[in-house]
């Protein structure tokens, strides 16, 4: 069984990976970072989702959560059910609407690849 994290030591890896690793070139170093200690926490995911809910942190950390989603698709679809998974999808199509509304271009990117994602696996 995984580790269970707090929303703050998420949030403040997050922004430690991000802040470390400097500008959007290099997101998926701060993504692989990142994912090498939490990816496997339930709790790291429901964080992801929960940032992308709220949408209230810089888009560095946001892209970060996005790939964290994108993560548990590709690797944790099958432990969803249909209903969790098209609550997901619509989550993401939120998420994608905000980010959109906001020209959040990196976060729309990755938004794209896990809702893509989720299409393909489901």
């Known amino acids: 069984m995984a580790f269970e994290y ?12 991000c802040d470390s690793f400097g500008d959007s070139s290099d997101r998926n ?7 090498e200690e939490y990816q496997e ?7 992801s989702m929960g940032l992308l809910s709220t949408m209230e942190l810089p888009e560095d ?29 619509e989550r993401l199509i939120i998420c ?6 906001n020209c959040m271009e990196q976060l729309i990117t990755h938004l794209s690849v ?5 299409l393909l696996r489901s």
């Open 114 to 118: 896990a809702i893509a994602d989720l």
């Open 6 to 17: 707090t929303a703050e030591v998420v949030i403040s890896a997050m922004k430690d990976c």
């Open 61 to 89: 950390v946001l892209v970060l959560a996005a790939i964290t989603l994108r993560h548990r698709i590709r690797n944790h679809l099958s432990e969803q059910t249909a209903v969790q998974q098209t609550e997901l999808f």
């Open 29 to 35: 170093k701060a993504a692989s970072k990142f994912l």
């Open 41 to 47: 926490s339930a709790s790291t995911w429901s964080i």
């Open 96 to 101: 994608m609407k905000y980010a959109s509304n």
